[in-house]
């Protein structure tokens, strides 16, 4: 795959807005976030102190791919049922704030707006954990006349899409006689229709589309040809190979968890597209996410594998955060970046790291800060590093950049440049982030960032510190670590420097 990621990251430096329309089940989620700290004295179940000022509305099914799509850079255009209610309303106004055009989303009044609501307890008040979901929807098929009209309100934008993103939770928007009318007449235009299909027995409604995009589970249910605990790749070669041929596709992508996509083309042999290994905080939004970035891919001529290859990136990011996060185009390009170049993958500038620590604090994880030279590293920065890590849930390490050291160790350092600290840094499981800085302190990172715990070695005092009256009027919380002496650079240099005498 080497070839394919350096030809993917060469068609992407010519990447540009495209125009997509998104149809089927739209979705309001609420997130009811809350402390959940005993449990109920007349009934074994924890009880969940909610914080109404914590509430939050997000884009759920077809909205959240129509964000994801946002976020990649297109230009949405959202078609679907929304009821005649207050989440209705919500919905919608959720769409146009992010940019997308709602003006598809008509009212039904006989059902309501699909609403998911979940309520999340805050474990030790940082830990946000889903208990329990509620869902207000109809699965009833559309009304005939609804069904119409939804069909021609969507019909003369089709000459003005790339892309169309069929996405069905089966709620009754994506009927048989809907899916087959629209398929066709995006055909008859050569507009691509890719589907990412509901959990159904039957997947007939889908013929004639571009692409198909479900996991393994809903391709054994969809062909029935379910062998228990078999995930061989020939099993799953085979899962492909029927739905292609029984639904006309040009494409079927078949996700497979941390496996990556097993693809297979019409006229090709099926193969996996491997992705890299993740830590999995939250599965929910990667199916939408891979349903986006393909339609994305798709909509740059990318071919089927360099399409399935930015759609693993994509969702391997989204499983990183909790809930369903819209994953921006240059974090996506700056990962595959990074999987070509392995030292990117924990470097940000300023600017991106403020992004991705506002993402961090509104899953309610506690952001670490630490900075130093990291001259010579040796076992006792790794000790250091690790326990900083220990103090919460992200570290963030700054290094200072050559200048900086020469001029607080004196001429002949650093011995190593900032390039190679920073490689040897990023192998290091416990540190999250990198960022350099060429100030002689860290006082404007600080104020921007303003984490959490503040860490330093246990050579400093407090009141020693560059940054004390900084910490002192953020109020941030510092936290100094057990002095380990003997294990500075500087002794470590001397000890080299006199070994070599000898």
Same mark, same amino acid.
């Given at each position: 795959m080497t070839s394919t990621l350096t030809n993917l990251l060469s068609k992407l430096r $010519?990447? =540009?807005? %495209? *125009? !997509? /329309?998104? @149809?089927? &089940? %739209? /979705?309001? &989620?609420? /997130? !009811?976030?809350?402390?959940?700290?005993? #449990? *109920?004295? &007349?009934?074994?179940?924890? !009880? #969940?102190?909610?914080d109404q000022k914590r509430t939050r509305h997000q884009a759920g099914g077809a909205a959240n791919v129509a964000l994801c799509l946002m976020a990649l850079l297109g230009k949405v255009k959202c078609f679907g049922i929304k009821g005649h209610d207050e989440a209705g309303q919500n919905l919608q106004a959720l769409l146009r704030s992010a940019g997308c055009d709602a003006d598809g989303l008509i009212t039904d009044p006989g059902r309501p707006t699909t609403v998911k609501r979940s309520l999340i307890g805050l474990a030790q008040h940082r830990h946000p954990q889903k208990m329990f979901r509620l869902d207000q929807e109809s699965t009833d098929p559309l009304d005939n006349e609804i069904q119409q009209q939804l069909l021609q309100l969507i019909l003369p934008h089709l000459d003005s899409v790339q892309v169309v993103c069929l996405e069905d939770y089966n709620k009754g928007v994506c009927s048989e006689s809907f899916c087959r009318e629209l398929i066709s007449h995006c055909r008859a235009k050569g507009v691509q229709v890719l589907v990412d299909p509901a959990s159904i027995d039957d997947y007939s409604k889908y013929t004639g589309a571009t692409a198909i995009t479900p996991n393994r589970t809903e391709a054994e249910r969809a062909t029935k040809w379910d062998t228990p605990l078999d995930s061989s790749q020939v099993h799953q070669a085979g899962l492909a190979i029927q739905l292609l041929e029984r639904l006309d596709l040009d494409a079927v992508v078949l996700t497979l968890d941390k496996q990556g996509a097993l693809l297979h083309e019409r006229g090709g042999d099926p193969i996996i597209v491997p992705t890299i290994a993740r830590s999995v905080y939250d599965v929910t939004g990667a199916g939408d996410v891979v349903l986006a970035a393909l339609a994305a891919g798709r909509a740059h001529q990318l071919t089927w594998v360099e399409s399935v290859v930015l759609a693993n990136a994509a969702a391997g990011l989204e499983v990183e955060v909790f809930g369903a996060q819209p994953i921006p185009f240059n974090q996506v390009h700056r990962e595959l970046q990074a999987q070509a170049e392995p030292k990117a993958r924990k470097m940000r500038t300023l600017t991106e790291l403020l992004l991705e620590v506002e993402d961090h604090r509104e899953a309610g994880r506690t952001v670490v800060f630490t900075n130093g030279c990291f001259d010579v590293i040796h076992a006792g920065h790794i000790a250091y590093l690790r326990e900083s890590r220990q103090q919460? $849930? !992200? #570290?963030? @390490?700054?290094?200072? *950049?050559?200048? =900086?050291?020469?001029? =607080?160790?004196g001429d002949g350092r650093p011995i190593y440049g900032i390039d190679d600290r920073m490689d040897i840094l990023a192998e290091l499981q416990c540190v999250d982030y990198l960022i350099e800085f060429a100030q002689p302190t860290v006082h404007d990172l600080l104020r921007a960032i303003q984490p959490e715990v503040y860490v330093k070695g246990g050579d400093y005092e407090p009141g020693a510190i560059n940054e004390w009256d900084l910490i002192q009027e953020l109020g941030l919380e510092l936290r100094i670590l057990a002095h380990r002496p003997g294990l500075g650079s500087t002794d470590v240099i001397k000890r080299i420097a006199r070994a070599a005498d000898v």
């Open positions: $010519d990447y =540009q807005p %495209f *125009s !997509v /329309m998104v @149809v089927g &089940d %739209f /979705m309001l &989620d609420e /997130m !009811v976030y809350g402390a959940a700290e005993r #449990l *109920s004295p &007349d009934a074994p179940v924890p !009880v #969940l102190r909610v919460g $849930d !992200v #570290l963030i @390490v700054a290094v200072n *950049s050559d200048e =900086q050291v020469r001029e =607080q160790k």
